[in-house]
């Protein structure tokens, strides 16, 4: 199948990401604006360029390249000027320390489904399957459901991980292509939401509505201390699994895991916070949320 989309990592033998051993194909852009993201370089729709530069060896031979004189070496290392580089990724092409790297792929459907069949073997002794992950994988419908359709008629299992932030339609199609979905409820409060993940909840709550009561829907909140971890964020969050007929949760600890990530971009990683004392979090919410009659699981 011709149908052409963006990724920008493929994953395998994930078991974090659906049931059994999987193979997580992650697909680039996001309409949310996550100030705690821990991937970055998810966000664009464009590929990105990634400097990596522990592996620089100063050789000069990216600056020498580049038509727009946005590298320089300084000390030893090169510096790129973000707002001079057009990303025609010469500087990539030439860096033989593999410190500068070309963030994101074009591929088709049929390309992805090839390194997917690939893991087959695990798949049949696990029980896994496919997964697709983001970014926000809806937000290439058309290359996403293409997948999930070939994936099925090959008998591989399907999942997706979304945060929901999509047009109804296709989250709906999706979900009725899949074997397991993982929706991200972050923040419950649109105004709140809007701020701290750039998009009101109103339309991913009536999103996560829509899905709800298929039973391998399951909802999820990354516990962000400051943000969402508070009684009413929660009690919010309790009350619509409720009301949605699908009463259970899975807390995910904050980590710190991609702070390094936003420098290599250019970038400032402006939620600067400690993963000290997230578990006890974690707890806290775990029995809050039980003590409300939600089934809660920590992922």
Same mark, same amino acid.
């Given at each position: ?72 070496? =300084?000390?030893?290392?090169?510096? +790129? ?5 057009? $990303?025609? *990724?010469?500087? &990539? /092409? ?86 397991? =979905?993982?929706?991200?409820?972050? +923040? ?5 939401? $809007?701020? *701290?993940?750039? &998009? /009101? ?92 009659? +939600? ?5």
């Amino acid at each position: 199948m011709d149908i052409r989309g963006k990724i920008f990592n493929t994953q395998h033998y994930s078991i974090r990401d659906g049931h059994g051993i999987r193979t997580v194909v992650f697909l680039k852009g996001c309409p949310a604006s996550c100030v705690w993201c821990c991937n970055p370089e998810s966000q664009g729709y464009d590929f990105d360029l990634y400097h990596v530069e522990r592996f620089c060896a100063g050789c000069g031979r990216c600056e020498q390249v580049c038509p727009n004189s946005a590298i320089s070496v =300084v000390d030893g290392k090169a510096e +790129i000027d973000r707002e001079k580089c057009r $990303k025609c *990724f010469s500087c &990539v /092409d030439i860096c033989h320390a593999d410190a500068m790297q070309k963030i994101g792929t074009e591929v088709t459907v049929d390309e992805v489904i090839k390194e997917v069949m690939s893991d087959a073997p695990m798949y049949e002794t696990s029980g896994g399957g496919v997964t697709l992950s983001g970014g926000e994988c809806l937000t290439q419908p058309e290359f996403a459901l293409a997948i999930l359709e070939e994936a099925r008629m090959n008998g591989i299992s399907t999942c997706i991980e979304t945060c929901g932030v999509c047009r109804k339609d296709v989250l709906v199609k999706a979900a009725n292509l899949c074997d397991e =979905v993982f929706m991200d409820l972050k +923040i419950m409060d649109p105004e709140k939401s $809007k701020r *701290f993940i750039g &998009v /009101d909840s109103t339309s991913i709550l009536e999103n996560a509505a829509a899905i709800a009561k298929l039973p391998w829907v399951y909802f999820r909140i990354p516990l962000i201390p400051g943000i969402n971890d508070d009684e009413e964020n929660l009690q919010a969050l309790a009350d619509f699994l409720k009301e949605s007929g699908n009463p259970r949760i899975k807390l995910i600890p904050y980590h710190v895991l991609g702070v390094d990530k936003y420098p290599r971009l250019g970038r400032e990683y402006e939620w600067v916070r400690s993963s000290k004392g997230i578990d006890e979090i974690v707890k806290k919410a775990q029995e809050f949320m039980e003590a409300r009659g +939600i089934e809660t699981e920590i992922a």
